[in-house]
């Protein structure tokens, strides 16, 4: 796992509160009941700010899953979360 | 395509009685079609008649029988389809339970409606066989698809002694007095409200119908039974990821009509896949459940001009809708859009301060008809709070829903939201009691006081955010902590505040001694965590 795809997980686990035995391999909101809607806000809010970035409003609603939102952010973010 | 005028012919739509019969009027008419399809997985009509009578004859040979409460939970598969059908064929009466629910809530239900059955998608056997044991429920518990129904006979199943007066299906909403209210309907309602629709709509038949709603959300209603009525295909948006991104559900599914909150098509276009081409499919879009900017329909409409919209307005004591509005033209950027005019056979009065209001006054809608539900279950103080009995002009006496949404009629007849008479709000769809989570939070021995209020957060998205005075040695980190997780163990995770402010003083209140709310949104606006 890159950098970036451990530090993803990680906030996603904090933002979330997601219980430890949940965690798995590819956190999706198909899979966690807690990344509802609202949830999914938190999480965008929560790596805008850590990644210090801004994130295309047009790609927020597609990055519903771990892996697509490392997709996008490895597009935006510096080379040091790489 | 057949016009929809050649179905009415063939099942005098006008003759329906009962919710189910809008499928068993058209189940051998579309036998070999589909009625359901998700993903993978698809039913005919036919196919689907057999899977729901024996299970019907199932519940039957277990007790059920007309105005019996049966629960169900189940996602928005097949399975959950069909429970709610047999259930139906049954003569009982569902009451729709969210596996979402935390077990508290799910046990205030259980206790509530007293069920003669549970029918449980297998997902959540474990957790509601849990539930019961814990707290001695002694109910009849089915899988909708075990191996014991295959004993049961496909054919239709044989009810007598069935009324329009007799419950169709029992909704939960939130209540302001910390316990959520189930609103009764009879099938006499609803249909009533189905039966009009064919009237109010021109659409084709075997049209393919999204189900964006939960069941235990009125619309649901509309996109099953209309859906039927008229030969369709229910296609159910059924993953969390399509509540976060729509487009990749309206983008594969080929979607005729869908019913939903306006949010759902404001978050296409902030995603910016509002033009595509998928998206043409969609020949009537109705929108309902939250205030409706005449912006989003005007851009809708610059791009699919034959697309037909509307608004519809109600709520689940009056039967899903009592106003419905056809937008037909470009409408005042910047405007909201009216909730229009009154369902055909359901009357509405505008009163203020006892009096009837005149064209162009507010006054909190009070709704009389057929579509008024006979009031909540096994709760008369809340029945007797919102259902009273009303003298018309002609001194006969109504009884009459008292909605709490204060309405304006213009001179053309045509009705326009104007707020709310309490601090019943809805958020992205959901109808909810602030007073509801308040009394949560105050149900912690070291809350003092609790004010809850709902902020636009910066993507202009509603949240629920609470504020609690204590005295507590406690830290105020450590149990705001605390507050939440007690909010998560009651509260459906919709009504749970995404954050939760605590004061070691006293929460500002106004000259009449209340929580002063209008304080409390410049404490929540002043919050950094918001």
Redesign the interface.
């Known amino acids: 796992m890159s950098n970036l795809e451990n530090k993803v997980k990680e906030l996603i686990v904090e933002v979330l509160n997601i219980s430890a035995d949940k965690v798995d391999d590819g956190l999706?909101?198909?899979t966690i009941?807690?990344?509802?809607?609202?949830g999914?806000?938190?999480i965008?809010?929560k790596l805008e700010s850590f990644f210090s970035c801004d994130i295309p409003?047009?790609e927020?609603?597609?990055m519903?899953?771990e892996e697509a939102i490392v997709k996008v952010l490895s597009k935006i973010v510096s080379a040091d979360f790489l | 395509m057949e016009d929809l005028t050649s179905i009415k012919n063939r099942i005098t739509p006008n003759n329906y009685i009962y919710l189910d019969d809008f499928f068993e009027a058209n189940k051998n008419v579309f036998i070999d079609s589909l009625a359901i399809e998700d993903g993978e997985n698809e039913i005919t009509y036919g196919a689907l008649d057999k899977s729901a009578n024996r299970l019907a004859n199932y519940l039957i040979a277990n007790g059920c029988k007309p105005n019996d409460r049966v629960g169900f939970i189940s996602s928005k598969t097949i399975t959950g389809y069909k429970s709610i059908l047999a259930i139906l064929k049954s003569g009982a009466c569902f009451v729709p339970i969210s596996g979402?629910y935390p077990d508290e809530r799910i046990l205030y239900l259980f206790q509530s409606i007293k069920p003669k059955v549970l029918i449980v998608e297998k997902l959540y056997i474990n957790r509601v066989q849990k539930v019961c044991k814990e707290n001695h429920l002694d109910i009849l518990i089915i899988d909708a698809d075990g191996p014991e129904l295959n004993s049961f006979d496909g054919s239709q199943p044989i009810v007598s002694d069935r009324t329009p007066e007799d419950l169709a299906y029992i909704i939960f909403t939130s209540g302001s007095t910390g316990l959520p209210k189930g609103v009764v309907v009879y099938h006499r309602n609803i249909v009533h409200f189905l039966n009009n629709c064919f009237e109010f709509f021109n659409l084709s038949e075997q049209l393919r119908f999204a189900h964006c709603s939960e069941y235990s959300f009125d619309p649901s209603i509309f996109d099953i039974f209309f859906c039927w009525g008229t030969g369709g295909v229910i296609v159910p948006m059924n993953?969390?990821?399509y509540?976060?991104?729509?487009?990749?559900f309206f983008e594969s599914k080929a979607i005729n009509v869908a019913f939903t909150v306006p949010s759902v098509i404001t978050?296409l276009l902030?995603?910016?896949?509002l033009s595509h081409s998928s998206l043409a499919s969609i020949q009537h879009l109705i929108y309902t459940g939250e205030a409706l900017p005449a912006d989003l329909t005007n851009e809708w409409r610059s791009r699919y001009p034959l697309c037909q919209q509307y608004n519809f307005y109600g709520t689940t004591e009056t039967a899903i809708i009592s106003h419905w509005y056809k937008v037909d033209s470009i409408l005042d950027a910047g405007s909201i859009v009216p909730v229009g005019y009154t369902v055909p056979g359901v009357r509405v009065n505008l009163i203020d301060d006892n009096s009837f209001v005149m064209s162009g006054a507010i006054g909190e809608s009070v709704v009389c008809g057929t579509q008024v539900s006979p009031g909540y279950w096994d709760n008369d103080l809340e029945t007797n709070k919102a259902f009273k009995t009303i003298s018309g002009n002609n001194s006969v006496e109504y009884k009459a829903y008292f909605t709490g949404d204060l309405l304006l009629k213009d001179k053309g007849g045509c009705y326009h939201y104007q707020g709310r008479k309490d601090r019943q709000v809805k958020v992205?769809g959901h109808r909810i009691e602030l007073l509801e989570i308040e009394k949560v939070m105050l149900s912690l021995d070291e809350v003092e006081e609790a004010a809850v209020v709902v902020v636009k957060?910066?993507?202009h998205?509603d949240?629920i955010i609470g504020v609690f005075s204590t005295n507590s040695t406690t830290g105020i980190q450590e149990l705001s902590l605390k507050i939440i997780a007690v909010l998560k163990c009651k509260l459906p995770?919709?009504m749970c505040p995404?954050n939760v402010i605590g004061k070691t003083t006293f929460l500002p209140r106004n000259k009449n001694g209340k929580i002063d709310l209008v304080k409390i949104h410049e404490i929540v606006n002043g919050d950094d965590n918001v």
Do not use: G, L
């Open positions: 999706s909101s198909d009941p807690e990344w509802d809607s609202m999914h806000m938190q965008i809010i409003r047009n927020m609603a597609m519903t899953s | 979402d993953k969390r990821s509540k976060i991104n729509p487009f990749a978050t902030r995603s910016h896949t992205r957060n910066e993507f998205t949240c995770a919709y995404v």
